[in-house]
């Protein structure tokens, strides 16, 4: 009982620590960029903006702070949460290490979408890069489902998070392609710069209509993530260890993968593909809180929220006067520290 009182009490401060960072996060994402705005004047941004009296505020650091600067920085806390629980889930369901939700082929099919519309036209003008981005993103994971479950009934054997992992890569490998040939064939150097600039993540377009959006899909996904904590316990253990203790491996699968799948193509529809983030981050907080789930998926949220806005940051202030793909940075950071990830796993395995 006393164990467990302490577990229960570690866990309260390390979530209540991280929405402390994260709202910290918040605070210098508004404060921190090529037009540096001070706290007092933020403040009284939000005094104004909730109907309070406060001091005039100039109207250019007004529009600055709150139609660039706060929705940009709530969907890098949505996009990075949503791509960080997404992980967990990916990684615990299949048992790999190596799974993040890029892995179903989402942000490949959604940047055949962005294309088709940029490039192609598709839509005849109704369409928006996103939503074009949305729908590309929806078949590609149409395709790799599929894929997945004939490969699961034709005999051979496979089982469904082998089916699934292969049919991603080929799902994948599919929608790169079919992107490659619209741009090499169609695209002027202009549109190609556009479009390779927003497939390496982009948050300059973020505004209010899509904070709108992404911000319920992020919280009804990460509820549904969590109610099934205890199912992704047990998953992690296989799926015959699941069935012995009475959970519906199949049903859960469905709704978790297909949970992650919404996450996933909701965030990248409007970021374009921002790596390592669920690849990274569900690693590192482990390092922290341990592998149940009940634990590590908010912990995950919060810390992939937290990382994605410092990320946006630094890709804001790294080169004066330009702002550089998101993905950029989080390459950067993602790629050492996956690296020294798996060192230490290594090493803790051999030992």
Same mark, same amino acid.
């Given at each position: 009982?006393?164990?467990?009182?302490?577990?229960?009490?570690?866990?309260?401060?390390?979530?209540?620590?991280?929405?402390?960072?994260?709202?910290? $996060?918040?605070?210098?994402?508004?404060?921190?960029?090529?037009?540096?705005?001070?706290?007092?004047?933020?403040?009284?941004?939000?005094? %104004?903006?909730?109907?309070?009296?406060?001091?005039?505020?100039?109207?250019?650091? @007004?529009?600055?702070?709150?139609? @660039?600067?706060?929705?940009?920085? =709530?969907?890098?806390?949505?996009?990075?949460?949503?791509?960080?629980?997404?992980?967990?889930?990916?990684?615990?369901?299949?048992?790999?290490?190596?799974?993040?939700? @890029?892995?179903?082929?989402?942000?490949?099919?959604?940047?055949?979408? +962005?294309?088709?519309? #940029?490039?192609?036209?598709?839509?005849?003008?109704?369409?928006?890069?996103?939503?074009?981005?949305?729908?590309?993103?929806?078949?590609?994971?149409?395709?790799?489902?599929?894929?997945?479950?004939?490969?699961?009934?034709?005999?051979?054997?496979? *089982?469904?998070?082998?089916?699934?992992?292969?049919?991603?890569?080929?799902?994948?490998?599919?929608? /790169? #392609?079919?992107?490659?040939?619209?741009?090499?064939?169609?695209?002027?150097?202009?549109?190609?710069?556009?479009?390779?600039?927003?497939?390496?993540?982009?948050?300059?377009?973020?505004?209010?209509?899509?904070?709108?959006?992404?911000?319920? =899909? $992020? =919280?009804?996904?990460?509820?549904?993530?969590?109610? /099934?904590?205890?199912?992704?316990?047990?998953?992690?253990?296989?799926?015959?260890? $699941?069935?012995?203790?009475? &959970?519906?491996?199949?049903?859960?699968?469905?709704?978790? &993968?297909?949970?992650?799948?919404?996450? *996933? $193509?909701?965030?990248? !529809?409007?970021?374009?593909?921002?790596?390592?983030?669920? %690849?990274?981050?569900?690693?590192?907080?482990?390092?922290? *809180?341990?592998?149940? /789930?009940?634990?590590?998926?908010?912990?995950? +949220?919060?810390?992939?929220?937290?990382?994605?806005?410092?990320?946006?940051?630094?890709?804001?202030?790294?080169?004066?006067?330009?702002?550089?793909? =998101?993905?950029?940075?989080?390459?950067?950071?993602?790629?050492?520290?996956?690296?020294?990830?798996?060192?230490? !796993?290594?090493?803790? /395995?051999?030992?």
């Amino acid at each position: 009982m006393i164990i467990v009182k302490i577990g229960g009490l570690k866990s309260a401060i390390s979530l209540i620590g991280g929405s402390i960072i994260l709202a910290a $996060a918040l605070g210098l994402a508004l404060v921190v960029g090529e037009t540096r705005i001070p706290f007092e004047t933020t403040w009284n941004v939000f005094k %104004l903006a909730a109907g309070f009296a406060a001091p005039e505020v100039n109207a250019v650091d @007004y529009g600055i702070l709150w139609s @660039y600067r706060l929705p940009r920085a =709530i969907i890098a806390m949505a996009c990075g949460a949503s791509l960080a629980i997404s992980g967990v889930v990916l990684q615990a369901l299949l048992r790999n290490p190596l799974a993040d939700p @890029y892995i179903l082929g989402l942000s490949a099919g959604a940047s055949t979408g +962005a294309v088709a519309v #940029a490039i192609l036209g598709f839509g005849a003008g109704t369409l928006s890069l996103s939503g074009g981005a949305f729908i590309g993103a929806l078949m590609a994971f149409g395709f790799v489902a599929l894929l997945a479950r004939l490969a699961q009934g034709n005999g051979a054997g496979a *089982t469904s998070s082998l089916a699934l992992l292969l049919a991603g890569v080929a799902g994948a490998q599919l929608f /790169h #392609a079919l992107t490659a040939l619209i741009i090499a064939k169609s695209a002027d150097a202009n549109q190609a710069r556009g479009i390779m600039f927003w497939m390496m993540g982009n948050l300059s377009g973020s505004r209010w209509p899509d904070v709108y959006l992404a911000v319920p =899909i $992020a =919280i009804f996904g990460s509820i549904i993530i969590y109610a /099934h904590s205890r199912a992704l316990d047990a998953m992690t253990f296989g799926r015959e260890a $699941a069935q012995s203790m009475g &959970i519906r491996t199949n049903l859960v699968m469905t709704i978790l &993968i297909s949970t992650t799948a919404l996450l *996933t $193509a909701v965030m990248v !529809s409007m970021t374009g593909a921002i790596g390592f983030v669920g %690849l990274v981050v569900p690693h590192a907080v482990r390092f922290l *809180t341990g592998t149940r /789930h009940l634990l590590l998926i908010p912990a995950t +949220a919060l810390a992939g929220g937290v990382f994605l806005i410092v990320a946006d940051i630094i890709a804001r202030i790294l080169i004066s006067g330009q702002s550089l793909p =998101i993905g950029v940075v989080t390459a950067l950071v993602g790629a050492p520290a996956f690296a020294i990830i798996l060192v230490r !796993s290594s090493r803790a /395995h051999s030992g």
